[in-house]
């Protein structure tokens, strides 16, 4: 309720009267002032668009200068063309300066790990936390549906204390959020970035059409999810031996984890086998360790187990495929 409170203080700042929108979205006056209310995302998409076609500012009162119905939907085409996300993504950035200069957006990557980051030139005062998310957001919430992907974050900074309703971050960032930051930032691996653009002009216009739920809903499809699950896999494991420990690494749920699997044809296990198989290969070849020590290495509880498996790979013990080179 705390980002319908911010839009409701953005209709006062203009002297206009919020209610015929709090009741467009079902959404009772007196239960804005409610500590700890909750509203679901079909209210917060139906208040905000009520709320930004009525101010005629997409920037809902964050910026000294109101941004006019249409202003995000002309940074989204001129991000449409670039060859990858990673383009996109620093266009949008510094086409956002032509529209204001209350907050500056950047990306900076270093090695694999890549930052888009907040910073506010001037501070917007007490509407900061609705500012930065929903500046946030937006770019997020663009971002995936361009390359259609989740992003999943690696991590979200935000330069307030923790407020009262943080835990409404974990839906709105997925990925660890720290607060009292020097500044705001969304960390990503690079590899999204070098994912090509996916959309083209008509679906820009069908998209624009009904673009808020892109800000308030988490993209369900994660065109690296597999790189992700097989990465985990062999850097760690002994730690992702079950689906509930894999999918904390990487801050899914088991159930998501094997569904969003199954959209792109694959499966934990036979992740887990390729990943296991191509490891133990690899030290048979390479180095004289003892089998049990391979089975180990290879994220196998136990070498009869090992031996099992990789019988079932190569139709020989893991022994045996050695000698034979």
Same mark, same amino acid.
């Given at each position: 309720m705390f980002f319908v409170q911010a839009m409701v203080a953005a209709y006062a700042a203009r002297g206009l009267d919020p209610t015929p929108a709090l009741h467009l979205a079902q959404i009772a006056p007196d239960s804005?002032?409610? %500590?700890?209310? #909750?509203? /679901? @995302?079909?209210?917060?998409?139906? =208040? %905000?668009? @009520?709320? =930004? #076609?009525? &101010?005629?500012?997409?920037? $809902?009162?964050?910026?000294? #200068?109101?941004l006019p119905w249409g202003s995000y939907g002309m940074l989204?085409?001129?991000?449409?063309? !670039?060859?990858?996300?990673?383009? !996109? $993504?620093?266009?949008?950035?510094?086409?956002? @300066? $032509?529209? /204001?200069?209350?907050?500056a957006l950047a990306l900076h990557t270093e090695g694999d790990a890549a930052r888009l980051v907040l910073t506010a030139d001037r501070q917007p005062g007490a509407l900061t936390e609705f500012c930065v998310v929903s500046v946030l957001r937006n770019v997020l919430g663009l971002a995936c549906w361009l390359v259609d992907s989740r992003i999943p974050l690696q991590g979200?900074?935000? +330069?307030?204390?923790?407020?009262?309703?943080?835990?409404?971050?974990?839906? &709105?960032?997925?990925? +660890?959020?720290?607060?009292?930051? +020097?500044?705001?930032? &969304?960390? &990503?691996? /690079?590899?999204?970035? !070098?994912?090509?653009?996916?959309?083209?002009? +008509?679906? =820009?216009?069908q998209m624009l059409q009904r673009a808020l739920p892109l800000t308030v809903l988490p993209y369900r499809r994660d065109r690296l999810l597999v790189q992700r699950v097989r990465q985990a896999l062999a850097s760690q494991p002994l730690n992702s031996h079950n689906a509930d420990d894999l999918a904390a690494q990487l801050n899914l749920s088991a159930r998501t984890l094997h569904r969003q699997l199954k959209e792109e044809g694959a499966s934990l296990q036979a992740l887990k086998d390729m990943v296991r198989r191509d490891r133990a290969t690899e030290l048979l070849q390479r180095t004289s360790r003892p089998v049990k020590q391979v089975a180990l290495a290879a994220g196998f509880r136990n070498e009869k187990s090992f031996i099992r498996a990789f019988k079932g790979w190569t139709g020989v013990s893991p022994g045996e495929w050695r000698e034979q080179g």
């Open positions: 804005v002032i409610s %500590s700890g209310a #909750r509203i /679901t @995302a079909a209210q917060m998409e139906a =208040m %905000s668009e @009520a709320a =930004m #076609r009525e &101010l005629d500012d997409e920037a $809902l009162g964050c910026f000294r #200068r109101a989204a085409r001129a991000s449409l063309s !670039a060859p990858s996300l990673g383009v !996109a $993504l620093k266009r949008w950035c510094r086409h956002h @300066a $032509l529209l /204001t200069d209350d907050v979200a900074r935000f +330069p307030y204390p923790e407020p009262a309703h943080g835990d409404a971050y974990r839906l &709105l960032f997925d990925g +660890p959020a720290e607060f009292d930051q +020097p500044h705001a930032a &969304l960390h &990503l691996d /690079t590899r999204y970035l !070098a994912l090509p653009i996916r959309r083209d002009e +008509p679906a =820009m216009s």
